[in-house]
């Protein structure tokens, strides 16, 4: 895939205080989620240039009683072999690795997983993203198989999420680019945002 874009962002990862700690002062790495619902598949996620969509989210972990106390740490981010889907050539990539997953579990007569949300229903938002996942990692390993292929880095996708800025909109609330790093070199440096 060709890089048409500048290599380095700025990523803003939500944690517990601890973990930024950890990371900002003593290198620690990012912990790498591998959940079967990871939106772009596994890898240590980041928000693009939004420090206040990390900082929401790991806010919302300590509701959940996941964080004692919310941080965020920054990350500058070269992307790399970036499998990035604001491009063209990059969704075709991933909607092929769609169609050999399913005809892979289809002759071996196995579930294709769904997207949904954490109440079960498949409508709105589909916060648990269980097929997108599972077409990551079909993608991955392929191309991890392949000695001829190089593994992508870093996955970078665009997310509409959320209800409508204003009424007839076409801008939603909550929308956001997320990066995952894969290959934890692609990170070159971590800081603690200013407020």
């Known amino acids: 895939m060709g890089r048409l874009a500048t290599s380095f962002?700025?990523?803003?990862?939500?944690?517990?205080?601890?973990?930024?700690?950890?990371?900002?002062?003593?290198?620690?790495?990012?912990?790498?989620?591998?959940?079967?619902?990871?939106?772009?598949g596994p890898g240590a996620y980041f928000w693009e240039s939004d420090p206040l969509r990390a900082l929401e989210w790991a806010q919302w972990k300590k509701q959940r009683g996941e964080y004692e106390n919310p941080s965020v740490i920054g990350a500058v981010i070269d992307l790399?072999?970036?499998?990035?889907?604001?491009?063209?050539?990059?969704?075709?990539?991933?909607?092929?690795?769609y169609e050999a997953f399913v005809e892979i579990q289809e002759s071996a007569g196995l579930e294709i997983p769904n997207n949904r949300n954490p109440d079960g229903t498949e409508n709105g938002d589909l916060l648990l993203c269980y097929l997108d996942c599972a077409v990551f990692r079909h993608?991955?390993?392929?191309?991890?198989?392949?000695?001829?292929?190089?593994?992508?880095?870093?996955?970078?996708?665009?997310?509409?999420?959320?209800?409508?800025?204003?009424?007839?909109?076409?801008?939603?609330?909550?929308?956001?680019?997320?990066?995952?790093?894969?290959?934890?070199?692609?990170?070159?440096?971590?800081?603690f945002p200013r407020n």
């Open 80 to 97: 790399r072999n970036c499998l990035d889907l604001v491009s063209r050539e990059d969704v075709e990539l991933v909607k092929a690795a």
């Open 9 to 40: 962002v700025l990523g803003f990862h939500g944690c517990d205080a601890s973990v930024a700690r950890a990371a900002v002062l003593d290198g620690a790495d990012i912990i790498q989620s591998k959940k079967d619902y990871d939106w772009l």
């Open 139 to 191: 993608l991955h390993r392929t191309i991890e198989n392949d000695p001829d292929t190089e593994p992508f880095d870093t996955v970078r996708g665009m997310f509409v999420e959320g209800g409508k800025a204003f009424p007839r909109s076409g801008i939603h609330r909550r929308s956001h680019v997320q990066i995952t790093v894969r290959n934890p070199a692609c990170i070159k440096g971590m800081f």
